[in-house]
Structures are given as C-alpha cells and as structure tokens.
C-alpha cells in the first residue's frame, strides 16, 4: 500500500493594462500568475506493468502544482469588416513543472523495462515571439469576396532545470539548460478560406519544430518528437434550415509522428 498527501494554496494576483493609440489599434500589456495542478491520474499511487513492450506506468502520489509568473506585452490593429494583426513578446518562469519522465529500470524484477513517470522538474524561464494575422478578403470582387487568409508564427527560447538524487553517491545534482518539455523553437500555422452560400471550406498547413518529450539524469534518455507538418482540408454545405453536409480529411501527406 502507498499513500501521500499534498496542501497548498495560491493568491494569484494579476495586472492588466490597455492603451488605446486609435480607435482600430491597441497596446496591451499584462502580468499574471497562475497555476496548474496535475491531472488526477497522475498522483494516483498505482502501477501499470506492460511485459509485452517492456514498460512500467507508475503515478506519484508526491506531485505539485505548477505554478508561473508571466509577463504579456502585444500590439494588435484591428481591419476593416472582420481581421487582425497582432505581434507580441512573452516572457514565462515556471516552478515545479510537470512533466513525464522515462527510464531504464536497471537490476531486480523488471531491469531492463522503460519506466514512464510524472515528476516536477524545477524551473523553467520561456520568452517567445509571437505574430499573427487573419483577414476575411471581402474586398475583392464577385465570388472572390468570400477568401480569408490565417497565418500565425511563435517563437520561443526556452530553458530548465531538474534536480536529480545520484544513487551511487547520494549527492544531489542539477542538469540545467534543458528546452522547456513540449515546447518547439518554432511554430507555424498558415490556413486558407472560403465561405459563401451555405459552403464553408479551409486548407491549412501546421508545422511544429522539434520538441523534449522527457529528459532524465543520462542525456541518452532523453525522449524527442521529431518535427512535423500536417496537411488538413474540411468543408461543409448549409442544405436548409435543418441539414448540413460536412468532410474532414486529416493529414493528407501521411506525415507521421516520430518518437526517438
């Protein structure tokens, strides 16, 4: 039998300014704090034995909350009819994050076996970039005026930091400068619409630069997902009132999600 308790408690205050420089353009800056607890799955003490793939699923009765302090400076200008540019910094430091370590189990019952389980790492500092811009095309002539355009870029320089117990010496030691779990130096989206009479259909293509999956003391298990792109299209067509015909084709260039 394992057991374990957890308090805590959080005054989360927060601070939002906004300039108006025209009656179309903004200058919003915030600072917030916030917090995020672990999913209730995550700090029930069980253990999930797989003996096929050689994996152990253990819980962590011991986790905390996630909490981050976080500055938001943004600039948005507002167009015409329906459409916005905006562009913006960000800067977060986040505590106790979460996230899902791996590793190799060496000696007794199941030496050899990958152990996945939820720990709190100890800091971590993101500043990021962000820009994005979407406008319905209404301006254009005829059956034309039914375009709209959606594209947005992210950004992000990300590091963290982990403290880890040395089984051979007991020492206590630190691995630092590791990307913040998650998160990819580079994001894009770039999306293309159109809607006019009952139809509606969009074209987008998604890009995620690499990202950690979860890193551990031995930085030859460190999990990564590697880059991906995704094309995606779906439509619908307004019959009546009461009938509405919709498709959705999801990754058409089969592009697949790697784990290494």
Known sequence: PV????DY????????????LSDK????????????????ADVVPTQNINRADLRL?????????????NLDLLYERYFKG???????????RIENFIFNQTSVVEGGEFDGYFLDQPVNGDLAEILGVEVNFSRN?????G??????????????????????????????????DVPFIGQADHIWNVALSYDRGGFSGRVSLNYKDRSLLSFNS?????????????LDINASQKINDNLTVFAEFINLTNDPIVEF
Request: negative net charge.
């Open 3 to 6: 057991s374990g308790t957890n």
């Open 9 to 20: 408690d959080f005054l989360l205050p927060m601070l939002h300014l906004r300039y108006e």
């Open 57 to 69: 699923q253990e819980g962590n009765p011991q986790l905390l909350p996630a909490s981050a302090n």
């Open 218 to 230: 031995d930085p030859s298990q460190d999990f990564v997902l590697d880059e991906r792109y995704q």
């Open 143 to 176: 059956v034309l005026s039914g375009l709209g355009i959606y594209m947005n870029y992210t950004f992000t320089n990300s590091e963290s930091s982990f403290e880890f117990l040395n089984e051979d010496n007991g020492s206590v030691e630190v691995r630092e």
């Open 82 to 92: 329906a459409g916005v540019l905006s562009g913006g910094v960000f800067y977060k």
């Open 25 to 40: 353009s903004n200058l919003r800056f915030a600072y917030t704090q916030s917090y995020a607890r672990p999913n209730l």
């Open 137 to 141: 095309l209404d301006f254009l002539p």
